[in-house]
């Protein structure tokens, strides 16, 4: 395994006022996957797993906690500032929005 290869955790929410998430955890290698590249793993994973079937048919967003959202997809890992272990969350921008105007938790 090469130094740059490691863990990340996405979360994946499909709604933020019943708190529906669900992770994926995947191996890769940040000094040569892409924004884009993770984002289309991610899909993969959500709609092959029978688990992720409530979460398909959804548009998601990265978020990098405080740095922001992913949005330049020929990026690669390593340059968006993604470490070994690190976080990240996959959810729909506009419920995002929704829920930042009025953060009640229905659960």
């Known amino acids: 395994m090469s130094d ?3 863990v990340i955790t996405i979360r994946v929410i499909k709604n933020f ?10 191996n890769v290698d940040l000094s040569t996957v892409t924004v884009g590249e993770l984002k289309k793993m991610c899909l993969e ?3 092959t797993k029978a688990g992720f079937v ?6 998601y967003v990265i978020n990098f906690g405080n740095e922001g959202f992913l949005d330049n997809e020929q990026e690669t890992l390593d340059k968006a500032g993604i470490l070994n272990e690190t976080e990240i969350s996959l959810f729909n921008r506009k419920a995002y929005d929704e829920f930042e105007k009025n953060p009640k938790f229905a659960w």
Do not use: D, M, Q, W
């Open 45 to 47: 994973e959500i709609s």
């Open 54 to 59: 409530p979460f398909r048919n959804v548009e």
């Open 4 to 6: 740059s290869k490691s």
């Open 17 to 26: 006022e019943y708190r529906a998430v669900k992770n994926i955890i995947l």
